[in-house]
């Protein structure tokens, strides 16, 4: 499936979309309080989320699957991106101590081996963050319409999908809890409603947010194999 980034690009620049992206980046740095100098990734289109990585990190690595075509998030600066097969990363083993998958995951068409993947590059202690649209959220239809996203999950398929690739699921977090708003005023009131994360409102949050961390005592094949992939564009490290 080929996917328009331009309309993330549009979404993401709109006022709607600069809301919701200072109440997903609060629930990324709830649960990554601190970064202690870690190896960082991210996947997806996530250029709105750089700003949780500006401190305390050794090593970024932004890395757009190659479905969405080929973007350079600076014009005047060296191009922070690279264009990637999301089935084959072009990172090292062990080399990643957390990973961001942020509009992506949904585009999907094989979650197994994304994960198998995700799995390899993380170090023995290493995690990971899923976003994705909620199945039974009321931003769903919204999701598919603007931003062309196949594909909805809830928090029991992320947790089964984590768990059947070596993953264990951690924790889970909701937000937007209020259907997608075109009034700038009741934009503005969006936040005063994420509060509202109890075991009723988190079933129809727009938005889940799965963190897990890899199980290194996995058993790992006895087949070794070398894959190597031309990356498109710089990684800035």
């Known amino acids: 499936m080929k996917i328009n980034i331009e309309n993330f690009k549009i979404f993401y620049s709109s006022f709607l979309g600069k809301s919701i992206t200072q109440i997903i980046l609060k629930k990324i740095l709830n649960l990554w309080p601190n970064f202690n100098n870690s190896r ?14 500006k401190s305390n990190i050794q090593r970024l690595f932004f890395l757009v699957p190659n479905k969405f075509g080929l973007f350079n998030f600076f014009i005047n600066e060296k191009n922070l991106t690279a264009s990637v097969q ?38 023995k202690d290493g995690e990971i963050i899923i976003i994705t649209p909620n199945t039974y959220g009321l931003w769903r239809f919204f999701y ?50 994420e509060v509202l994360n109890n075991r009723l409102t988190k079933y129809f949050a727009g938005l889940i947010i799965t963190k897990g961390k890899k199980n290194y005592l996995s058993p790992v094949s006895s087949k070794s194999k070398t894959v190597k992939q031309k990356i498109r564009g710089d990684i800035r490290a």
Request: proline residues 6%; glycine residues 2%.
């Open 86 to 123: 999301e089935d084959i990363l072009p990172l090292e083993d062990l080399s990643i101590d957390r990973l961001l998958v942020v509009n992506c995951f949904e585009y999907l068409s094989d979650h197994k081996k994304f994960l198998r993947e995700a799995w390899r590059i993380l170090d």
């Open 40 to 53: 960082n990734a991210i996947i997806g289109f996530g250029f709105p989320f750089l700003s949780a990585f």
């Open 144 to 193: 598919k319409k603007k931003l062309n996203s196949p594909t909805t999950f809830s928090s029991y398929e992320l947790d089964l999908l984590l768990s059947n690739n070596f993953l264990t699921p951690i924790k889970t977090e909701y937000c937007l809890f209020l259907p997608p708003l075109k009034n700038k005023f009741l934009i503005n009131k969006i936040r005063s409603f």
